[in-house]
């Protein structure tokens, strides 16, 4: 019929041979039949990637026969190359060159293409207007030169049908090749169909085709233009399709010890692992060979064997019964498989020998701290102690009985050691004592093993040597932001920040702040130790870089210490102190009173800052230190604040006395006062010394009388008066 109608294509007016092509076409379609494609060979699309495109003329609509239209000559078709696709029956190759040899006009197969991905041949007529092109039901087409770019559902570039899902996300990626245009695709959807529209000619479509659908594919382009490239990419169309999901459903098979021998599964029965089970699926009828072996395997600890994944149907499960076993089920069980869920099947047994009475026995050891003889909660356990196991023999005649050796071992991390499988009697343990300890507890002691039940024995113990006294020592680490030099609730803890710890001068440990801001120096003998961090940059200390702290036997110590930024706050601390003395000079034992003022000059407030006053010990001691500690010739007071800019000028007087021993002379007495806050940047203003001078004046010797002085007087008294009498008898004769 269809060869009919191409020859009848050859004669008559123009819409005849029209009406006649299409309806040729339309017949060679449904002579190829459904579920064949020249587009993909079986396994190329599969795999994600591109089928053999085969050139596709753009579709046209069907002819309308009223009114009568005469048909423009219709050019012969120039043959697009084609990638050969698998081979196909030779009907379908017939069609083909039937289509080739005589130009014809054909409806669009469109519908077909939505409708099995696998149902398109392709017939090569005249290229058409892309608008002629519908968007498949349920797909998208990306208009206007697409380019390399995710594209949705609101995307300027896509046009939709009232069906597509508006969740969408196709992504595409542009190559320019030597042979022209190429691009590769990935979409959230499996696409069943791919449309690619070249340039702004009449090259047509080239169409791809998935079956089954896929998620992304490469090397995809537009026809072949005039010039033999690839045609650059105008239009893309997308069509979508469904990826059917194999039915599956699962078999569960228990195996359990049956107690009661009643064949079915009762509650506190015990199950049983490593029991071996195959399964095998008929085909009706059932022979030997038509039996088929799908899968076995052995129980696990639960008494549990899946068999995972089964396509729907009627299987069998059979049973590998063991030795010194029972069944008290069928060894082999029937079960249909239905898709989605999961069928059981239960298999009971029981020994067919009597299993032996045995009973099980554990030794602990602890340390036992308060020697009680007892164990108590919270005692440690010990390992790897040795204990002997011993067996009083039956009675037999002879005067004495030695006892016979069971076993012996060693107690796990856990301080336990366990002696199982034992006859039920009556046992003994003996513990092999270590050196450096003592038994709290007797060193042999009986038990009395019943069948199905497990004895226990403790054994203690305590060192006989004293372990050494210990203590430790944790640093806490935390971002200062009230900049108080205390640790408020809320502030964080900081992580890696390292600490240092020491003896004298000699350090002892160092390690790094952990994310809780911890850090502990543990198993420390009892005594002094300081702890100095090491500052990072862009942090100020709030609290002493160096803190001392006292470690006690049995006891944790705690060190805090406190940070903030530098560029927090943005304001300066700039604290300033005077010193001045109520007397310029002093007397040997004289009291002197110092007044220190200091005041904060800064928007910032202070807290957290120190005044140190060095004095001479030499020459004067401390009577009343105001409030400050006194140490190595320096007065220090540790201010907790806060001081502020506008609580004006701050004072502290205190008093010493001049040494009543002074040096002979002129002596300086200096004194140097300091102000110091970590945040205070201007050191000029922050130190002021004061002097006392005291003078000490060398005197003449005092020599006391005695009863020859008042003769010598006198005697100078009479020669005085002698020499006056003469100098005027003198005086008188001249005159």
């Given amino acids: 019929m269809a060869t009919f109608i191409w020859k009848r294509v050859k004669g008559g007016s123009p819409s005849a041979r029209v009406f006649s092509a299409y309806l040729a076409l339309v017949l060679t379609i449904a002579m190829v039949g459904p579920g064949l494609s020249v587009y993909a060979a079986d396994g190329d699309a599969q795999k994600g990637h591109a089928s053999e495109p085969v050139v596709e003329a753009e579709p046209v609509e069907p002819v309308v026969e009223e009114p009568v239209v ?34 014809v006009v054909k409806e669009s197969v469109e519908s077909l293409i939505t409708a099995s991905a696998t149902a398109v041949v392709a017939a090569v007529v005249a290229p058409q207007n892309s608008a002629a092109r519908p968007i498949c039901e349920g797909g998208v087409k990306l208009d206007s030169d697409p380019r390399s770019g995710t594209y949705t559902y609101t995307s300027p570039k896509s046009e939709v049908t009232p069906t597509t899902p508006d969740d969408f996300e196709i992504t595409i990626v542009v190559h320019e090749t030597d042979d022209g245009m190429t691009f590769d695709f990935t979409s959230n959807y499996p696409v069943s169909h791919v449309a690619v529209k070249g340039g702004s000619g009449d090259e047509g479509y080239m169409d791809y085709n998935y079956d089954p659908p896929v998620y992304s594919a490469e090397g995809l382009h537009a026809p072949v233009n005039p010039s033999g490239d690839y045609a650059d990419i105008s239009h893309i169309i997308f069509c979508f399709g469904v990826i059917e999901e194999p039915e599956e459903g699962d078999l569960i ?18 199950m049983l692992e490593d029991w ?10 059932i022979t030997a060979s038509a039996i088929s072996l799908v899968a076995t395997g052995t129980t696990d600890v639960d008494g549990e064997l899946l068999f995972g994944g089964l396509e729907p149907g009627d299987y ?25 869920q999961t069928a059981s099947l239960w298999f009971g047994n029981i020994p067919t020998i009597e299993e032996p009475e045995e009973g099980d026995l554990i030794v602990y050891k602890y340390h036992d701290l308060n020697e009680n003889g007892a164990y108590d909660d919270g005692e440690p356990m010990l390992g ?17 009985l030695q006892a016979i050796m069971i076993d012996s071992g060693l107690t796990d991390a856990n301080g336990e050691l366990l002696f199982g499988g034992l006859e039920p009697g009556e046992y003994t343990v003996t513990e092999t004592l270590q050196s450096g300890w003592t038994n709290t507890t007797p060193l042999s002691q009986d038990v009395t093993v019943v069948d199905g039940q497990t004895a226990s024995l403790w054994f203690g113990n305590i060192p006989t040597i004293e372990e050494p006294e210990e203590g430790d020592l944790i640093v806490y680490k935390f971002e200062d932001l009230n900049e108080n030099g205390l640790f408020d609730e809320g502030e964080p803890m900081l992580e890696d920040w390292e600490f240092t710890l020491s003896v004298g001068d000699a350090d002892l440990d160092s390690g790094l702040t952990d994310a809780n801001g911890e850090l502990l ?12 961090e090491t500052l990072q940059d862009g942090w100020t200390n709030t609290t002493p870089l160096s803190q001392d702290v006292t470690v006690v036997d049995g006891q944790t110590a705690s060190l805090w210490f406190g940070n903030i930024e530098e560029f927090l706050p943005f304001t300066e601390l700039d604290l300033a102190i ?18 220190l003022t200091y005041w904060n000059t800064g928007e910032l407030v202070a807290y957290n800052f120190t005044i140190t006053d060095d004095f001479d010990e030499r020459y004067v001691t401390v009577v009343d230190a105001a409030g400050g500690t006194v140490a190595d010739g320096k007065i220090t007071w540790a201010l907790a604040g806060p001081l502020a800019m506008e609580d004006g000028k701050q004072t502290i007087t205190y008093t010493v006395r001049v040494k009543s021993a002074m040096p002979d002379g002129v002596t300086n007495v200096d004194n140097v006062v300091v102000i110091d806050h970590p945040l205070d940047s201007d050191p000029t203003n922050n130190t002021d010394d004061e002097r006392v001078v005291v003078r000490v004046v060398e005197e003449e010797p005092f020599l006391p009388f005695t009863g020859g002085e008042y003769a010598l007087l006198i005697a100078i008294a009479a020669g005085a008066a002698t020499l006056g009498t003469v100098l005027r008898l003198r005086r008188d004769q001249a005159a």
């Avoid at 010890?257 to 029965?269: F, I, P, Q, T, V």
């Avoid at 071996?276 to 699926?281: C, G, I, S």
């Avoid at 790897?384 to 004495?400: I, K, S």
């Avoid at 010193?579 to 007397?587: G, R």
């Fill in 70 to 103: 005469e048909a423009e000559p219709v050019e012969p078709v120039v043959e697009e190359p084609v990638v050969e696709a698998e081979p196909v029956e030779p009907v379908v190759e017939a069609a083909v060159e039937a289509a080739v040899e005589e130009p």
């Fill in 521 to 532: 120096f543990g198993g420390l003998e009892p005594g002094e130790y300081t702890v100095t």
């Fill in 578 to 595: 005077t010193k001045l003395a109520n007397k310029a000079e002093a007397d040997p034992g004289e009291l002197i009173t110092y007044t």
């Fill in 316 to 340: 069998t499960v059979t049973e590998t019964l063991q030795s010194g076993w029972t069944n008290t089920t069928p060894l082999s069980q029937d079960v249909t498989v239905v898709d989605g």
């Fill in 253 to 270: 098979v228990y195996k359990y010890h049956d107690l009661n021998e009643n064949g079915a599964y009762d509650d506190g029965e015990p």
């Fill in 276 to 285: 071996e089970f195959t399964l095998t699926q008929s085909t009706p009828p």
């Fill in 384 to 400: 790897d102690w040795e204990f002997t196991l011993y067996q009083e023999p039956v009675l037999a005649e002879g005067p004495t």
